[in-house]
C-alpha cells in the first residue's frame, strides 16, 4: 500500500466560506500581550558567534527515561557517547513528572506475554505494533532494576539518580543546547548541529550515529508540562528525509477551568511523589470521549465522579472497545498518562473535579504512538544511522490509544536501551564522515537567520496565532474536513509568510523561532493526516467519518518530504514494516 | 503569575539549568537568578523543588493569555 | 524597670513582627514560617544586645548592671545556638516535603563561593562561634576581664557588619521598612558602644 495524498481539493469559493470562522480565531491568538511585527532589538553581534565542535560515535540527543539507556547502553556496548540536551539530565521533557513505570515480572504475572500483547492489541484496534508492544513487556522488568540500582525510586527528582550512571561511565552530557538541524552525508547520518542557550556558540557534534530521544511535543499548550517540547527531533529528521507517523492521533487530556495553565497545581501532588511500579492494567485511555461530550452538550462541562459520562445519554462519538468499557471499571478514575497514577490522597489529576477544560495537552499524539518510522524492531529509521527512541520514535508501542498503564516510561527505557545498542553495533560497520565547511556555513546561517533579522514576527506572537488556529475542540480533536481545510490554509500561511520572518533578539528568543519553526510543521503534519485519515480510530475522531473503516484503514499514515521538498504522505499496513 | 519571586537565591545556578523553558537567568551584575522571561513558565515547579535554599514563589496564574480547546 | 523591658521587646521583638508581617511572605507552611521568624527575632536581638550593655545609660538608670548583664547572658545563650544552627533551618523543611534532599541542599548551598552573601555568611558564622565560644570559656583564656570586654565587642562590631551585610544580601523575608530598621538599630548599636571606648576616655577618665 502506498497511496499518496496531496490535499488539495478545494475550491476557492468554499475556503472563503470557511476561513471565516477560523478568521475570528487567529484574530483572538493575537490578542496575546505579544506584538507581531518589529524591530529586532538584539544586541548580539552575530559575526562574532564562536563554534565548537564535539566527536563521538554515538550522539544521544536528548536527557529523558530514553537518552538515559541510550547513553548507557550504547557505551557498554563499547561506543564513545555523547549526550545533548536542550535542559537538564532528569529535569526536562516529561520524564521529571512521569511516576508510574510498568514492569513485567512473568513470574509474578497472572497473565502470560502473549496475552498480554493479544490484550494491548485488542484494546488498540490494531493501531499497535505487537513487536515493540512485546519488546517493551519483555525488557521492562531488567531496566527497572537497574533504575532501582540507581536510586531512581527513592527521589522525587530525577537528576540525581540520572547522573549516577552517566558519572559511573564518564558519559559527558552537555546541556542547554538546543539541536536544530541533523547533518546527513553520502545518505547517511554524519552529525549534528544547534546552538548554545547560555553562550553565542554554534555546536557541531560530528557522529557516526545519532539516536533521537528528544521526546513528542506539542503546541506550548497549558496545563501539561510539555512546553519544552516541540517534536524538535522529529521535524530535523523530517527535513533531512526520515519518515514520521502518528499525526493523527490525540492525547485527550483535560484541564482544570480554573487556572487551566498550572500545570503542577491541576495535576495534585502528583509531581512530588516518587515514582512507582505498575503491573498489568489494560485500558482504553486518553482518547477525545471527552472532547466529543463537551462538543455536544456545550459548556461548561462538569466531569462528575468516576464513570458518570456513561450516565449522559449522547449518541455517537469515538467508539470504544466493549471489552474497555468504563463499566467495568466503575469507582475507578481514568487513569492519567505515563502510569501517573492518581494521588492516593489529596489532589486529583486534571478534570477530575471541578470544571474542565479541553487541550491541556494539545498538540501531543499518545505516548509512541507518533515520531519516526522505525524500520525494524531496533528503533532505526529510514536514514542509516539514525535511531530514535521513547516518544521520539512512532513505535505504536501502546498503539494509538492509552493502553497499559505506566509502559510510557518503561517503554523509553526500554527503547532506549535497545537503540543505544544497535546503534553502538552499526558504529562498528562505519567510519566517521567528514562534514564539508559548506555544508556547516549553510547550516549555520540557518541557524542564526532570525537574529539577523533586522525586523519580523516575534516567535511568542507566531506561536499564540498557532495556538489560536489548532488548539479550538473542533479543529484538533472534533475534526471536519472543511474546517480542517481551513486551518490548514492558515498553518501554511503561517508556513510561508511568517517562518521565513521570524525575528530573534536573544538566544532565548532564538530558542522559542525555531521552536516556533516547529511546531509550524508539527501543525501541518497534524491536519494533513487527519484529512487524510477518513475514518474514526482510537484518538482520531471524525465527525465526518464517525466508524472505523477496516476496509481501507487497517493503515498508518507515514509523512516524508518529497524530492521536490513538498510534504507527502503515504500508508503503511498495520503490522507491516516500511519497504 | 507563573513563577513570582525569587527570595535569598544564592547564585548556585541550578534553577536556571533546571527550568525546562529557560525562564530563569543569572543576573550578570549581581550574580543572583532572575526571572527573565515569565511569560514561557509553565508552571510546573521543578525550579521550586532543586532549589537548595528554597527561594523561588510559584503562584499558578498565567501572565499571558491561555489559549484552551473549550471553556 | 518592667517599662524598660517591655521598651525592650516592643523595639526588638515587636517591631521586627510587624514589618515581617507587612511583607507578602507568608505563603509558606506554618513551619517554614515559623523557622523565618524564629531566625529574624534572633537576629534582632543580636543587635539588642548592644543595648543590654554597659553604655546604655538610658537603660543603666532604671535596671541594676547585674540584671542587665544576666538578661544579655540569658538571650547569647538562647539565640546564639539559633543563629549558629539557622543554615540547617533552611534545608530541614525538606525532609517533610517534595524537593531536594536536605542534605544535598545543604552542601550546595555552603559551596556556593561565587555568591557574596554565603561568603559573608559562613565569616559572619565563623565570628559568631569564636563569639559564642570566647564567652562561654572566658575564665580560660587568660585575659582579665576589661581585656575581655574590649575583645568581645570588637568581635561583636564585626560580627554584626557582616552578619548585616549577610542578611541584606540573602534575606529572604526582607522588604523596605525591616531592612531599614536592621540598618538603623544596628548603627545605633555600634555607637553606643563606640562612645564608650572611643569617646568617653577623651571626655573624662574612667572611674574606676
Not at chain 2, 525562564?23 to 521543578?46: F, M, N, T, W
Not at chain 3, 531536594?100 to 562561634?129: D, H, R
Request: aromatic share 8%; proline share 5%.
Amino acid at each position: 500500500m502506498n497511496n499518496s495524498d496531496s490535499n488539495t481539493g478545494m475550491t476557492r469559493r468554499k475556503f472563503i466560506t470557511v476561513a471565516g470562522g477560523v478568521a475570528g480565531l487567529a484574530a483572538l491568538g493575537s490578542m496575546g500581550i505579544y506584538s507581531g511585527w518589529g524591530k529586532n532589538e538584539t544586541e548580539l553581534n552575530t559575526e562574532e558567534m564562536m563554534n565548537e565542535e564535539h566527536s563521538s560515535d554515538v550522539l544521544v540527543i536528548g536527557s529523558g527515561m530514553a537518552g538515559l539507556f541510550a547513553a548507557v547502553k550504547a557505551h557498554d556496548a563499547g561506543s564513545k557517547v555523547i549526550m545533548v540536551s536542550k535542559g537538564r539530565l532528569g529535569s526536562s521533557g516529561q520524564t521529571p513528572f512521569a511516576k508510574g513505570i510498568f514492569a513485567y515480572d512473568s513470574k509474578t504475572s497472572e497473565v502470560n506475554l502473549d496475552e498480554f500483547v493479544a490484550q494491548v492489541s485488542r484494546s488498540a484496534l490494531g493501531t499497535n505494533n505487537p513487536v515493540y508492544t512485546r519488546q517493551m513487556a519483555e525488557h521492562s522488568l531488567a531496566r527497572v532494576n537497574e533504575l532501582k540500582e540507581w536510586g531512581f525510586f527513592d527521589s522525587v527528582l530525577y537528576n540525581k539518580p540520572f547522573c549516577k550512571p552517566m558519572a559511573q561511565r564518564n558519559i559527558p552530557v552537555v546541556e542547554r543546547i538546543m539541536i536544530t538541524n541533523l547533518v546527513k552525508e553520502n545518505g547517511r547520518i554524519a552529525g549534528a548541529a544547534g546552538f548554545s542557550l547560555d553562550e553565542e556558540t554554534i555546536h557541531l557534534f560530528k557522529a557516526k550515529s545519532v539516536i533521537l530521544c528528544t521526546g513528542a511535543g506539542g503546541f506550548k499548550p497549558n496545563g501539561f508540562p510539555i512546553c519544552d517540547l516541540t517534536h524538535d527531533g522529529t521535524i530535523m529528521a523530517y527535513q533531512i528525509g526520515a519518515k514520521v507517523t502518528g499525526k493523527e492521533w490525540n492525547d485527550g487530556h483535560p484541564g482544570k477551568a480554573k487556572n487551566p495553565a498550572a500545570c503542577f497545581d491541576g495535576w495534585g501532588n502528583m509531581f512530588e511523589r516518587k515514582p512507582e511500579l505498575t503491573s498489568v492494567e489494560i485500558h482504553h485511555d486518553l482518547g477525545v470521549d471527552m472532547n466529543y461530550l463537551a462538543y455536544m452538550k456545550g459548556n461548561p462541562f462538569k466531569m462528575g465522579p468516576p464513570g458518570s459520562e456513561e450516565n449522559i445519554n449522547i449518541s455517537g462519538g469515538p467508539c470504544r472497545p466493549a471489552e474497555f468499557s468504563r463499566n467495568g471499571h466503575a469507582g475507578e478514575p481514568p487513569k492519567p498518562p505515563k502510569g501517573k497514577r492518581p494521588p492516593k490522597k489529596g489532589g486529583t489529576p486534571p478534570g477530575m473535579g471541578g470544571n474542565s477544560v479541553g487541550g491541556s495537552s494539545a498538540g501531543m499524539a499518545i505516548h509512541k504512538s507518533e515520531g519516526l518510522v522505525p524500520i525494524n524492531d531496533k528503533c532505526e529509521s529510514n536514514i542509516p544511522g539514525l535511531y530514535a527512541a521513547g516518544d521520539a520514535l512512532g513505535s505504536y508501542m501502546a498503539g494509538a490509544i492509552y493502553t497499559q498503564v505506566g509502559s510510557s516510561l518503561a517503554g523509553s527505557a526500554v527503547q532506549g536501551g535497545i537503540a543505544g545498542e544497535a546503534a553502538a553495533e552499526y558504529c562498528k560497520t562505519v567510519e566517521m564522515q567528514t562534514i564539508l565547511p559548506v555544508k556547516m556555513n549553510e547550516i549555520q546561517e540557518e541557524i542564526l537567520a532570525p537574529l539577523k533579522r533586522e525586523s519580523g514576527y516575534s516567535p511568542a506572537w507566531v506561536t499564540q496565532t498557532l495556538q489560536g488556529i489548532m488548539i479550538p475542540n473542533f479543529i484538533l480533536y472534533i475534526k471536519k474536513e472543511k474546517l480542517m481545510q481551513a486551518a490548514l490554509a492558515y498553518i501554511e500561511e503561517l508556513r510561508d509568510h511568517h517562518m521565513p520572518m521570524l525575528r530573534a533578539a536573544d538566544m532565548h528568543e532564538l530558542r522559542l523561532a525555531h521552536e516556533t519553526r516547529n511546531m509550524i510543521i508539527s501543525a501541518e503534519m497534524k491536519l494533513k493526516a487527519s484529512i487524510m485519515r477518513k475514518e474514526s480510530r482510537c484518538s482520531h475522531y471524525r465527525l465526518d467519518y464517525p466508524e472505523m473503516d477496516n476496509e481501507n484503514w487497517q493503515a498508518w499514515i507515514n509523512i516524508f518530504k518529497g524530492d521536490d521538498g513538498e510534504m507527502k504522505l503515504e500508508k503503511q499496513a498495520f503490522g507491516s514494516w516500511p519497504v | 503569575m507563573s513563577i513570582e519571586k525569587i527570595n535569598g537565591c544564592i547564585g548556585c545556578g541550578t534553577c536556571v539549568k533546571t527550568c525546562p523553558t529557560d525562564v530563569i537567568r543569572l543576573d550578570p551584575k549581581s550574580g543572583k537568578a532572575i526571572i527573565k522571561y515569565p511569560a514561557d513558565c509553565q508552571i510546573c515547579h521543578l525550579c521550586r523543588m532543586y532549589c537548595p535554599v528554597d527561594a523561588i514563589t510559584i503562584s499558578p496564574e498565567k501572565s499571558i493569555r491561555v489559549i484552551v480547546s473549550w471553556g | 524597670m518592667k517599662t524598660q523591658l517591655i521598651r525592650y521587646i516592643l523595639l526588638f521583638v515587636g517591631l521586627p513582627l510587624l514589618f515581617w508581617s507587612l511583607g507578602d511572605f507568608h505563603e509558606d507552611t506554618v513551619l517554614k514560617e515559623s523557622l523565618s521568624v524564629l531566625i529574624i527575632i534572633s537576629f534582632s536581638l543580636m543587635i539588642g544586645q548592644f543595648f543590654l550593655a554597659r553604655s546604655n545609660k538610658v537603660f543603666l538608670k532604671e535596671v541594676k548592671t547585674t540584671k542587665v548583664a544576666k538578661f544579655h547572658k540569658i538571650i547569647g545563650y538562647v539565640f546564639v545556638p539559633i543563629l549558629v544552627f539557622h543554615p540547617f533551618f533552611i534545608v530541614f523543611p525538606r525532609y517533610f516535603e517534595a524537593g531536594i534532599e536536605p542534605k544535598e541542599a545543604f552542601i550546595t548551598m555552603i559551596t556556593t563561593f561565587n555568591s557574596i552573601g554565603v561568603l559573608l555568611g559562613i565569616s559572619a558564622w565563623i565570628l559568631i562561634v569564636i563569639i559564642g565560644l570566647t564567652t562561654l570559656f572566658r575564665n580560660r583564656l587568660g585575659m582579665n576581664y576589661r581585656t575581655w570586654r574590649v575583645f568581645h565587642g570588637i568581635l561583636s562590631v564585626m560580627f554584626i557588619t557582616v552578619a548585616n551585610l549577610h542578611v541584606l544580601d540573602l534575606g529572604s523575608h526582607l522588604n523596605t521598612p525591616l531592612s531599614l530598621f536592621i540598618i538603623a538599630i544596628t548603627i545605633a548599636g555600634i555607637l553606643l558602644l563606640l562612645k564608650v571606648y572611643i569617646l568617653k576616655p577623651k571626655i573624662a577618665k574612667p572611674t574606676k
